[in-house]
């Protein structure tokens, strides 16, 4: 009897313990592409910008109150300039490039974020009084500074910058340009000494201060081994610097820093986790004999003592069934274009409960074409689904629903010679290759896409439905693969249209919807 009391004593304090652990939060606390983080608390309130390069509207900023689970708050910028790379228009594109890693500041009532934009070569800083409602206003200068970090010391300001050699620069008062006869020097001739040999030297600079001492964060990747935090430590501003590793498991690394109203401190990093993107994770941090110690003896713990996600819809991506109530915005904060948009070319108001975009140009792949709608992906699987209206297309168009980067999958309608199919588009081998063309008697279309990031399958499946019951699979699977140089992006839901021979026509999208299962199929 005593035995048997034991055992559900045991059970009991087992399943009390999983329960607890069960509510805790988990790495990665965002399994979605949310790069270059930048965060600062302000009161009890975390603020972080990232990056989205090429997509339009530029630079999201987060808002938590737990540091786990975050919401779109708004944008840095609609959009930087009107030039072709920007627009995606005259052959140019922006892919790789657009704003790079930002930096998050909050100094004397004011929040500021730095930027750099590889396209137009300059250095963008955006400021606003309220975070919150997102006015900002933006200041631009030559040179372009990579990757920098703003950083405010006795009142004047500083960006860093640089790769493995890096660089201090000194901004006027107004923060609108490089002040004449300011500080413009090498800060530390090799910041990424202490990892010798490297294949990346140290970039990604993030500089704070701690009990009357500078830190510098970057990210190294020493000759086979992986990503790698290295710290270098200052008792002035202008050195001498110390360099130190302080974590080197998971080749989670690049970012920085941030405490708790309670006292306990985090840094915040990345993982490059193939297809899906750079996906953020939090280390648990203490200080000790004046140096950051970073994770759990050293390594990044897959649990963390804080509230648990409630997931990531809607903060980070969201259903849109496309009607809107007066005074709202035409598009929720989760959508953002690829390039600048053709605003004249979509509406959600033309047709009540649609999207609707229209062809103004010719084009030969949706990659080239403008104002194609994107959402993240996110992992371990999700699935986005779309019903199409097809009827207004025209001879020569083409739409329907892709996964967006440089090895994309399409499932959508195309209209050749007067009539419609629904086909499946492949482009894991860089050369497009339809898969499957099926002929459709009917104008509207379900479409759904399966993403499957589990263990970096990295796996995509396309099916379409006639009816929203009945689910079928179409072409082949996509073996998703993360480009570095062309799109430097993880895996996005895309809604396209565009025309190869006769602009004019329009599709129609009753809604999006995304889910966090799939179908095993």
Not at 296 to 319: E, H, R
Not at 412 to 437: C, F, H, R
Request: charged share 20%; net charge positive.
């Amino acid at each position: 009897m005593k035995r048997n009391i034991f055992f559900s004593i045991l059970f009991f304090a087992m399943a009390t313990a999983l329960f607890a652990q069960g509510k805790k939060a988990q790495n990665p606390i965002i399994f979605s592409d949310v790069p270059d983080m930048s965060m600062i608390r302000v009161g009890d309130t975390y603020y972080m910008a990232s990056t989205t390069m090429h997509m339009c509207p530029g630079v999201p900023v987060m808002k938590s109150k737990d540091l786990v689970n975050w919401q779109m708050l708004n944008y840095a910028y609609e959009k930087l300039g009107d030039d072709d790379a920007l627009s995606l228009i005259n052959g140019k594109s922006n892919y790789g490039k657009g704003s790079w890693a930002s930096s998050l500041r909050y100094h004397n009532g004011t929040y500021y974020i730095a930027t750099y934009a590889q396209t137009t070569d300059k250095t963008y800083i955006f400021r606003t009084n309220d975070i919150e409602k997102g006015q900002w206003k933006m200041n631009e200068f030559k040179p372009g500074y990579h990757d920098c970090t703003l950083f405010f010391d006795n009142d004047r300001a500083y960006l860093i910058t640089g790769n493995g050699r890096l660089q201090i620069v000194e901004l006027n008062d107004d923060l609108t340009g490089v002040k004449e006869g300011g500080v413009n020097q090498v800060l530390i001739e090799n910041a990424s000494a202490v990892t010798e040999p490297n294949m990346l030297k140290a970039e990604g600079s993030q500089l704070f201060k701690h009990n009357g001492k500078y830190y510098l964060f970057n990210i190294s990747w020493p000759r086979g081994v992986m990503r790698t935090v290295v710290v270098n430590r200052a008792d002035n501003l202008m050195g001498p610097w110390e360099g130190k590793i302080v974590l080197q498991d998971k080749g989670v690394a690049q970012g920085g820093i941030v405490d708790t109203p309670d006292g306990k401190w985090f840094a915040y990093m990345f993982q490059d986790h193939g297809s899906v993107g750079r996906i953020p994770y939090l280390v648990p941090m203490k200080w000790v004999d004046g140096w950051p110690v970073l994770g759990v003896n050293g390594k990044v713990p897959d649990t963390l003592d804080l509230p648990a996600s409630k997931g990531l819809i809607p903060g980070i991506v969201n259903n849109d069934e496309f009607t809107r109530k007066k005074g709202e915005p035409a598009l929720p904060l989760v959508w953002q274009w690829n390039h600048n948009p053709d605003n004249k070319l979509w509406s959600v108001t033309e047709r009540k409960g649609f999207l609707r975009l229209k062809t103004g140009r010719i084009d030969s792949l949706f990659l080239k074409s403008r104002n194609t709608l994107t959402q993240r992906t996110f992992g371990p699987t999700c699935a986005g689904i779309t019903l199409l209206d097809a009827s207004k297309l025209k001879d020569g168009d083409f739409a329907g629903l892709c996964t967006f980067q440089r090895k994309f999958g399409v499932v959508g309608v195309k209209v050749q010679n007067g009539a419609k199919y629904v086909y499946m588009v492949s482009n894991k081998t860089d050369k497009p290759i339809e898969l499957q063309s099926i002929p459709l008697s009917q104008n509207k279309i379900y479409l759904r896409i399966e993403c499957d990031f589990r263990n970096k399958i990295d796996v995509a499946n396309f099916f379409y439905s006639l009816d929203g019951k009945t689910w079928n699979l179409i072409g082949g699977p996509l073996k998703m693969e993360y480009t570095l140089m062309e799109h430097f992006m993880g895996y996005r839901f895309g809604l396209y249209n565009y025309s190869s021979k006769n602009p004019g026509g329009y599709a129609d999208f009753d809604y999006f919807h995304i889910e966090d299962k799939i179908s095993n199929k």
